[in-house]
C-alpha cells in the first residue's frame, strides 16, 4: 500500500473584524458556529464533513490570515525541513489541548500550520 502525504486537518481565518467574519461567513456558507470559551474564537461545526476550522481574531497589529494546518508527526522536525527547504519558522511548538500547533512561512511567505494529533 502506497504511503499518502500528510493531510490537511484544520483551516482558520483570522482578522481584525471576527464578529463580522462570523456574519459574513455563516450567511455566505449556512455554517453553523459555535464560540470558545475565554478567546476570540469560533469553531466552525462540519456535521462530520470535510475540514473543520475556525473564525478568529487576529493579533493587535497584524492584517488577519488565511491558514491551513497539515498533520505532522513530529513539529520541531517538521520546521526544521520548512526552514531547511527555505521556509521561516513564525511560532510554536505551542500546546493545545488536542496536541501541538507551529506556524511557519513558505518561501514566498505565505502562513501556514502544522498541527500534531493526540492518541
Do not use: C
Request: zero cysteines.
Amino acid at each position: 500500500r502506497q504511503q499518502m502525504g500528510n493531510p490537511v486537518m484544520w483551516f482558520e481565518v483570522a482578522g481584525k473584524d471576527q464578529q463580522g467574519l462570523k456574519d459574513f461567513y455563516s450567511q455566505l456558507f449556512e455554517w453553523q458556529l459555535n464560540d470558545m470559551e475565554a478567546m476570540p474564537y469560533a469553531m466552525v461545526d462540519t456535521g462530520g464533513e470535510g475540514i473543520p476550522g475556525g473564525l478568529g481574531a487576529a493579533p493587535e497589529g497584524s492584517p488577519g490570515h488565511v491558514t491551513f494546518y497539515v498533520q505532522v508527526e513530529d513539529i520541531e522536525a517538521a520546521l526544521a525541513k520548512a526552514e531547511g527547504l527555505g521556509g521561516k519558522k513564525v511560532m510554536g511548538p505551542m500546546d493545545i489541548p488536542s496536541g501541538q500547533i507551529a506556524l511557519f512561512t513558505d518561501p514566498e511567505g505565505h502562513q501556514i500550520g502544522l498541527m500534531t494529533q493526540m492518541g
